[in-house]
């Protein structure tokens, strides 16, 4: 019988993220989720990512190593309860900001509790509307909107959405289990406190406070600029890899190069790059290998464009260091 304390038994594959939830706990998280909605949220219904062979739920697979593949256009996810009818037990589901309620995420991993307590010290923690905790340890606030894109000091990520809705982040909720960044096990998210009516969707003082705080430690940047990243790409990656050993997920995204597969066109190069950034800032292992490999390959593609193809990919992959370097926890 499957256990459900996040620890597969002796000889037993992960089939399903089902063996580490019950129904009843997935129903429970459903409920909640329906609550969110009904308050303005918008949640979106994600699938196991699964081994193309044995068709087993891969835990470190899918987007960002997350274990999950997320919906085309999930930043444009509508607030519906019609968008849980694709829910299946065993399904991830992630609340979208920028709508009813943003998220405040401490991630002890990164200095988050130093950095939180940095917050409590200046009188800065906002109104949190509801508590969940997250298998990696760390914990989610959900906030009132800040009417900013989604930003990151140290180990706290704003997961927010600008009024227009860009910029939006996502964070996942119950009933989504995935491994532990700090175990290895398999754990569900979970709330802590329950979610309170009082207050949500509507500015408060304290959001606008944290966000005067998380700009403080930025540089300002003209409108010309805000979209080119002129750090040193070397230099985060060494930051965001632990070591040169391909993770899973990095060997499968690298794998059709590795067979011989070039580059079919610009699009696909940005969607890998993108990809092996955001593992990158997973924690997984090797990425600086894998696009050092893929480097190669597209300059040995056949381009059409009369751009320089080293210059094209080194100011793509800038880019999407810039935009995708955080981190969802």
């Avoid at 790409?233 to 040169?244: C, E, I, N, V």
């Amino acid at each position: 019988m499957p256990r459900l304390d996040g620890k597969p038994s002796a000889g037993e594959s992960i089939h399903s993220p089902r063996q580490y939830i019950s129904r009843e706990d997935a129903d429970a998280g459903l409920a909640e989720a329906r609550r969110l909605i009904r308050l303005g949220c918008a949640v979106f219904v994600a699938r196991p990512a699964r081994d193309r062979g044995t068709l087993h739920w891969d835990a470190s697979w899918g987007h960002g190593g997350s274990g999950y593949w997320l919906p085309e256009d999930w930043e444009s996810t509508p607030v519906s309860l019609g968008t849980l009818d694709r829910y299946q037990y065993g399904d991830a589901l992630g609340l979208v900001t920028g709508h009813a309620l943003d998220v405040l995420d401490v991630d002890p991993r990164n200095g988050g509790d130093d950095d939180f307590a940095k917050l409590v010290e200046l009188g800065l923690v906002p109104t949190a509307y509801a508590v969940a905790a997250t298998p990696s340890g760390g914990v989610h606030l959900f906030t009132a909107p800040h009417g900013v894109r989604k930003t990151k000091r140290g180990g706290l990520d704003l997961q927010a959405g600008d009024a227009e809705g860009n910029g939006r982040g996502f964070v996942w909720i119950a009933p989504t289990v995935r491994r532990s960044k700090v175990s290895g096990q398999v754990q569900a998210y979970r709330w802590v406190q329950p979610l309170t009516h009082a207050g949500v969707g509507l500015p408060d003082d304290s959001a606008r406070a944290l966000v005067e705080w998380f700009h403080a430690a930025k540089p300002t940047t003209s409108t010309a600029d805000e979209h080119h990243w002129n750090g040193d790409t070397d230099a985060w990656l060494a930051t965001h890899t632990t070591g040169k050993t391909l993770s899973r997920a990095v060997a499968r995204a690298v794998q059709p190069f590795i067979d011989g597969e070039p580059f079919d066109g610009h699009h696909r190069m940005l969607k890998f790059q993108i990809y092996l950034v955001r593992l990158a800032a997973e924690g997984h292992n090797g990425v600086p290998e894998a696009l050092t490999f893929a480097r190669q390959v597209w300059l040995d593609t056949p381009h059409t464009s009369e751009e320089d193809p080293a210059q094209e990919w080194d100011a793509a992959l800038d880019r999407a260091i810039h935009k995708y370097g955080g981190n969802n926890a």
